[in-house]
């Protein structure tokens, strides 16, 4: 028997299975992220595939604001990342988009869970979570640039 410190048992804490299946996507996508982000930035370090933006001009586009950046590469932005995934350099750019994208999933895997339980205001909540974060990532609330 475990004893804390005030020497009383210590209380077991049991996750419920909406945590338990939250934190079994979020703990498979934050390893195929970060496989994805590590094996696209070793791919484009190494030249395994050819990039729009040579590693060897990197250090002088460094210094570059965001927009100069933009116009000197003629890099995409928003979504037309994906349009420009034969390029080396934007190989990495799939592991971000996995990270940044499985909170999405998770509550995704969630629904099927509230449902069969018939709790409709988590349900309801999941929801709408997801529409707020399928909301933030297409861009339409960006500012104009």
Not at 38 to 61: I, N, R
Not at 68 to 94: E, F, H, K, M
């Amino acid at each position: 028997m475990e004893l804390e410190k005030s020497g009383e048992p210590a209380q077991r804490v049991h996750a419920s299975p909406e945590q338990l299946r939250y934190a079994r996507v979020l703990d498979a996508g934050m390893k195929l992220g970060l496989g994805a982000l590590a094996g696209g930035f070793l791919a484009y370090v190494f030249g395994l595939v050819p990039a729009h933006v040579p590693l060897a001009k990197m250090p002088e586009l460094w210094t570059l604001a965001a927009p100069d950046y933009l116009r000197a590469t003629g890099a995409p932005q928003g979504w037309g990342w994906l349009a420009t995934l034969g390029s080396g350099d934007a190989w990495p750019l799939v592991g971000i988009a996995i990270l940044s994208g499985v909170s999405l999933l998770c509550f995704i895997a969630l629904l099927p869970l509230y449902a069969a339980r018939r709790d409709w205001v988590y349900f309801a909540i999941a929801v709408l979570e997801i529409g707020v974060l399928l909301l933030a990532a297409s861009g339409i609330l960006t500012a104009a640039h």
